[in-house]
């Protein structure tokens, strides 16, 4: 699984609010409730159980790997699929019960399907054609769309002719010129170059605080999720794992599967008992029940050396591989015992062989187990 490195974007030291699982923020109303939805295709179950809002304005990401049934809770939402239980409210009305052309929610494809024969105008208003719009209202909302996505000197080009992060802007004009509430989003910069896609990831998140309508971006990139999210809800096997603010969620991860899934960790398994935790060789006072217990260790709340502040946990090993990322390097240090730490250093700034590492007890998180699922 691919690790990507947040910690020069989230300050593991600032957490937020926690958020539940399903909840919405309080800031903005809910727009979309989706209840107890699950999925099965025939004897394979996709979706289990998912209860979600989403805000009016919120941009949020549902992320998780291959299979694991975003794409399908997306479908539901927009109507190309029928839930086998449960049920989606748009404000009072029962929005599962409408046919996809009913519901004020427009999608954006990975493959941005333009007609190639039609101009870059026609795209965009070919919907509204389809509706029997008046043409003096197709002409006006067709020239406001290309502005919000700065296309509009490509206007009356053929698909063919414009670049691969310029067709995705006007996939993003025609669905946004029939004026949705609501706007899903599956994986829409996949197909783009990295410079590109990481260009696209701004101007999206631009766009939609500019537009105001809220968006459902489906990605399985938690670097995409951490950068443009208000909240990513993150899926597993079909079940929702943590919903939450991307600083929470990587700051207070609820299980061990979210701690590894979003960047780097270190997962501590240890032991509880009269007020002492102890894992492998290290050890600390607490206040936790006596019991087993895991925690998560961001590799940045290790410090290389010895700070001489007291109440921190030390241990001495040996490097056992250094992994550069440009202005830092993951360090594996080989404790006492079977213990590994990963450690995130300043590039250039270890020693080559034996070190000292510390960190604080506060900086490791309580997470729970992830069992297996099917």
């Not at 593991?12 to 107890?36: E, Q, W, Y």
């Not at 954006?108 to 024969?117: E, I």
């Not at 990139?221 to 603010?245: F, H, N, P």
Request: glycine share 6%.
């Amino acid at each position: 699984m691919l690790r990507n490195d947040f910690s020069t974007m989230i300050s593991p030291t600032t957490s937020d609010a926690k958020v539940a699982a399903g909840a919405v923020s309080t800031a903005k109303p809910a727009l979309l409730a989706i209840r107890n939805v699950a999925k099965s295709f025939g004897r394979n179950v996709v979706l289990r159980d998912i209860s979600l809002e989403i805000a009016e304005g919120e941009f949020l990401t549902i992320l998780g790997e291959s299979g694991s049934g975003k794409t399908t809770l997306l479908r539901i939402i927009a109507g190309f699929e029928r839930a086998t239980s449960g049920e989606l409210w748009m404000g009072t009305e029962r929005l599962d019960a409408q046919p996809p052309y009913r519901r004020r929610v427009n999608t954006v494809f990975q493959h941005y399907a333009l007609f190639p024969h039609l101009t870059v105008e026609e795209n965009v208003g070919y919907g509204l054609r389809v509706a029997k719009r008046p043409e003096a209202e197709i002409t006006q909302r067709v020239v406001e769309a290309l502005a919000k996505v700065k296309m509009t000197e490509h206007a009356k080009k053929k698909p063919s002719k414009i670049s691969g992060g310029q067709q995705q802007r006007v996939a993003l004009a025609r669905a946004l010129v029939n004026r949705p509430r609501l706007l899903l989003l599956d994986e829409p910069l996949s197909a783009l170059d990295a410079n590109l896609r990481r260009q696209m990831q701004v101007e999206l998140k631009s766009l939609q605080r500019e537009v105001g309508i809220a968006f459902v971006f489906v990605t399985h990139d938690q670097e995409e999720a951490m950068v443009m999210s208000d909240r990513i809800a993150l899926l597993r096997s079909g079940e929702l794992e943590q919903v939450a603010t991307p600083r929470e969620i990587y700051s207070r991860p609820a299980t061990a599967y979210v701690a590894q899934f979003i960047g780097h960790t270190n997962l501590l398994r240890g032991a509880v008992r009269d007020g002492v935790v102890r894992c492998e060789t290290l050890s600390w006072s607490s206040t936790l029940p006596d019991g087993p217990v895991l925690f998560s260790l961001r590799p940045e709340q290790i410090r290389l050396g010895s700070s001489g502040a007291s109440g921190m946990v030390r241990t001495r090993g040996r490097i056992l591989h250094q992994a550069f990322h440009g202005a830092t390097e993951l360090i594996r240090v080989q404790c006492a015992g079977d213990l590994v730490l990963t450690v995130r250093t300043t590039s250039g700034s270890a020693p080559q062989n034996e070190v000292e590492v510390e960190f604080s007890p506060s900086d490791a998180v309580v997470v729970r187990e992830s069992p297996e699922r099917n």
